[in-house]
Every structure is written in structure tokens, then in C-alpha cells.
């Protein structure tokens, strides 16, 4: 899980900077050469959203996400790693949700063939699929965490 954890940091790295490219050529075009834009800010919302979601895992498995930690700090030997395993167990069930909502709202998406109503109007699919995996990601990296009992 750590492998794949890093591949999805690495793709969310790519989109990331996709994204700020994209902002780049919509200034370009709207400012310099005095056009209207038409797929550029929606494809950075997407392109920046599925990079958060995409690098969550990462973000989980390195510890680099934002903890008050006063308490678990004070705790030390048994309390302490049951009470990083309930938050961590409260985490992992509403990533759990997170996924079940993605995944359906993909297959909705997929099978409506729901588009995002835009001048761009690319299918409504594309963008949901990344945050779906991302969830399921981050979801599989809880469990991971869990087993490992490194928390």
C-alpha cells in the first residue's frame, strides 16, 4: 500500500502542476492575446482537486497531516496507542462512506452520461473517478496504518 500510496502522490504531483500550467496559459490567453478561455478553470478545479485527493494516502502514511496531539502526547504505552487506534478507526469508517458516495456517484455519472453543463462540458465521469480512487486510496492506507499499528 505504501508503494501505490507514493504512485498516487506522484500523479497528484503531475495534476498539481498541470493545474498551475493551465492557469498560466488562461492568463496568457485572456490578458496578452485578449481571448476568451473556455476549459481552463474548470479543468484546474478538477486537475487540483483530484491532486488533494489523489495525495491523501501519501499524506496519511508520511504523517504529515494537520493533529492536535496535546492528549495522545501526555498518554504514553497502552491508552495511548487505543486511543490513536479509535481515531484512527473513526477515520477509516468515514473515508469508507467517502468511497461508497464516490464510487456512486461515478456510476451514476458513467451511466447517465452526465456531463458538467459547461461551455467545456466534458463528461461528469473524469473528474469524479480520481476523488473516487483517492478516497479508496486513503481509505486502504487507513487499514494499512491500522495493521501496521504504527499509529
Not at 500550467?21 to 492568463?27: I, K, P, Q, R, Y
Not at 489523489?54 to 498518554?75: N, Q, W
Not at 490513536?84 to 458513467?110: D, H, I
Request: hydrophobic residues 60%; proline residues 4%; negative net charge.
Amino acid at each position: 500500500m505504501d508503494v501505490v500510496s507514493l504512485g498516487a502522490a506522484f500523479l497528484a504531483g503531475i495534476l498539481l502542476a498541470l493545474g498551475v500550467l493551465s492557469v498560466v496559459h488562461m492568463v496568457f490567453v485572456r490578458y496578452v492575446m485578449g481571448e476568451s478561455t473556455v476549459w481552463q478553470t474548470e479543468f484546474t478545479t478538477f486537475a487540483i482537486a483530484a491532486s488533494m485527493l489523489l495525495a491523501a494516502a501519501y499524506v496519511l502514511k508520511t504523517g504529515g497531516h494537520v493533529a492536535v496531539t496535546v492528549l495522545p502526547d501526555a498518554l504514553h504505552g497502552l491508552p495511548k496507542r487505543l486511543m490513536r487506534l479509535s481515531a484512527s478507526l473513526v477515520g477509516l469508517a468515514f473515508c469508507l462512506a467517502l468511497t461508497f458516495g464516490c464510487w456512486y456517484y461515478f456510476y451514476e455519472a458513467w451511466a447517465f452520461e452526465w456531463t458538467t453543463g459547461t461551455i467545456w462540458n466534458p463528461p461528469l465521469w473524469v473528474p469524479v473517478l480520481p476523488v473516487a480512487v483517492g478516497a479508496s486510496l486513503l481509505s486502504l492506507q487507513y487499514l494499512a496504518e491500522i495493521l501496521r499499528a504504527e499509529l
